[in-house]
């Protein structure tokens, strides 16, 4: 893990890497297949991988066909109904969005066929299938990426900076929000997402949180609410975690999706840290335009900071040319996961929960 | 003419002898304080007498105004109540438990009106969302979060002259830190807006030996199933004050931050080029906070009519505040005993 944080937390490695010389126009050298399309970020990967030079879609595969077919054309590929069709198609790397139950499935299916997978977050729905995907890359020699695009955005990144710097002295407190709008579909069913906006949102910014200060959450409590905010949801829409790292710093973290859809936006990505010498507050979304549309019927943040989504993409393909290890490893999703598991159980119990280190 | 004592003449004292002296049909009459310099000093600024005695002031006034710290509370109050002298309070109602339960249970048995000054019920943008929660707006109530955030309140220009003990504060025994002096404002408000409370839970800096500072995340479950958040900081940068609302519902959200565009903002370019800038959002006198809520208790207590703060509400924001501190100490969630 000391590698994979040296690698991000140095900006200029980082950028040396996105300065690899790509193959000649028109030559790929890197074959990616898109497993599934059934979460939303499919399309943003798929936009920024489609766009770099050297890197060819090799196809979808999707076990909803006409998500499948409809994706196919967008990219102008071939449309697989099977996953091991598009897996003997010679890829490099498997990019999986599916829904999340179903990354293990895949994940384990793809493993030593591609040498890379960047795999959607969470991880997986359940502990053991997690430790199952990590397990079989690694007899397999496949390197697992998990998709924690937030590492990758300027403002965060910025942050990730300036705390290096020791800016803030000693560090007391984190108060962080992962609001998002109700996203409906099978992040509603809980068989297929493994929870609602705990698991949905509590694994971004506890993966951030980890990554910035090189530390672990000892300790969860959470109030999970249950249709608090969608009646007849049938899931948990509203939760509150109130953690502990093992470096001291306390703090909470709002997974609500608390956004309506008359909401000028999606949700936000916020973290308000406290120091000794003052504090640092993050608004990772908030360089928007307002638009005003009638067509709409709304008012709306139009976003026009950088993606993420970008940098992920670019760190992935960069894995795969250079062969290092994963910069967003399959553990670092793994404890992510925990955390939201046991936020899961401490709302079950009304008492905190200690996590194993 | 309606003749008010104050009790107290520390910093709030000084907030309150303004806004009284402002009110019309109301005479501030003077001020009592254990140490009597400190009277002495409010009566050169604000006029009226020095009194030598709690009861001195009570047999002089129509209404008595109770601005002593929250550990001085019970005397003052039970006295004033006992005498029959309609009451305001400021907050906390008292700093522990038992103080509230004592002066609750003397307001019942004397039947004279006691008013609990929860100011934060009188800023306009916090009772204009509890209207628009109410209006059906945004549906049922589904998370709530609000935050109180600034530096250790130092001796600002008002206070040098020594009239206010800002060490009181830093003492959190006696204070109660954060979570008794400011959380109470927004457990208040939140149990306000979405009911009563079940459990809280809280993670804070009290214990942790950084005296002045303090800083306070509560997670907060209401008996309607809603969830709320609370941040109260001691130890925020100088200067970077800042309150906020977030209400969402089954239909909406109402959103307010005080760090958001002002409605006056002056920038003047000095002569070394430098920029000044401030910012100011200014509103009727009689909509200040701290006018209203006085005003409320002038009017509620002419025409017999009930507070909006009752001293049950009062005892309940200390009773969870007392429960969010046990919650550091004991690292677990507190329940909510509402008997």
Redesign the interface.
Known sequence: MTTQSKVLSDPAVFEAEQALVAPPEGVADIRLGLFSFAHLHASSYAHYVSQMPGVALAGVYDDDLERGRRAADTYDIPYFEQAERLLAEELDGAVICSENAAHAPLALQAAGHVRSILCEKPIATTVSDGQAMIDRCRETGTQLQIAFPMRFSPPVMELKRKLDTGILGEM??V?CTNHGSMPGGWFADPKLAGGGAVIDHTVHVIDLLRWLWNTEVEEV???V?HE????GLGID??G?L?F?LTNGV???L?T?W???P??PTWGDVKLDI?GE???ICVDAFEQNLQVSSDKAGKTSWVHWGSSGDEGLMADFVAMIRTGREASISGEDGQRALEVALAAYESARR???VRLSP | MRRVGIVGAGAISRTHADRWQRMPGVDLVGFYDIVEASARRAVEQFGGTVFSSLHALLDAVDYVDVCAPGTAHAEPVIAALEAGTPTVCEKPLANSVADCARIVDAAERSGTPLFVAMVVRFFPQFAKAKHVLDSGAIGAPGVIRTVRSGSYPHPGAGWRSGVANTGYYADFSQSGGVLLDLCVHDIDYQRWCFGEIERVFARGMMFAGKEPKDHALLTIRFANGAVGHIEGSWAYPRGRFCTRIEIAGTGGIIEWDSRAQQPLEISIETEDGILSASSSSPTAPQDDPYYAELAHFVTCTEAKTPYLVSPYDGLMAVKVSRAAIESLRTGKAVAINRA
Do not use: C, I, N, W
């Open positions: 007391y407190s108060k409590y959470a109030e609410g608090l905010l969608h009646p829409d509203v509150l109130s502990r306390f703090g909470t709002d609500s608390s956004r309506p008359s909401y406290l010498q003052g504090m009304a008492e905190p």
